[in-house]
Nanobody
Framework: QVQFVESGGGLVQPGGSLRVSCAAS????????MAWYRQAPGKQRERVAS??????????????RYADSVQGRFTISRDNAKKTVYLQMNSLKPEDTAVYYC????????????WGQGTQVTVSS
C-alpha cells in the first residue's frame, strides 16, 4: 500500500537550517511528481514545494516549483533509487513552524490520500 514516512524535524533557531526527509513506498516512485506540504496550528495544509517525475531512476533533476513564502530559502530534491524526497530549509523563520508532510501527484493532479504522520518543525529562539 502507498505509504509516506517523514522524518528529520526538530527545534531550530530563527535563521537556522534543517533538512527533512520522506521515504515513500507502495508505488512506482519515478513515475510520480512529489511535493512537500505543511500545516500550522489553526491553518489549512498548504503545498510549499514540488518536484516533477523523471521516469528514470538515474535522473533526479525534475522541474521544481515553490510557494512564494519559501522561494529562495527552501530546496526540494529527490533520490529515485532511494524512493526518498527531501526538503532543505534555510533561513528559517518562526512562521515556518508547522507539521511537514509529503505526498505524490500525477499529471496535474495532487493526491489527498495516504498522508503520513508528518514531522514537526519548530522555529523559535
Amino acid at each position: 500500500q502507498v505509504q509516506f514516512v517523514e522524518s528529520g524535524g526538530g527545534l531550530v533557531q530563527p535563521g537556522g537550517s534543517l533538512r527533512v526527509s520522506c521515504a515513500a513506498s507502495g508505488f512506482i516512485f519515478i513515475n510520480y511528481n512529489m511535493a512537500w506540504y505543511r500545516q500550522a496550528p489553526g491553518k489549512q495544509r498548504e503545498r510549499v514545494a514540488s518536484i516533477a517525475s523523471t521516469g528514470n531512476i538515474n535522473r533526479n533533476n525534475g522541474h521544481t516549483r515553490y510557494a512564494d513564502s519559501v522561494q529562495g530559502r527552501f530546496t526540494i530534491s529527490r533520490d529515485n533509487a532511494k524512493k526518498t524526497v527531501y526538503l532543505q530549509m534555510n533561513s528559517l523563520k518562526p512562521e515556518d513552524t508547522a507539521v511537514y508532510y509529503c505526498n505524490r501527484g500525477y499529471g496535474s493532479a495532487w493526491s489527498d490520500e495516504h498522508w503520513g504522520q508528518g514531522t514537526q518543525v519548530t522555529v523559535s529562539s
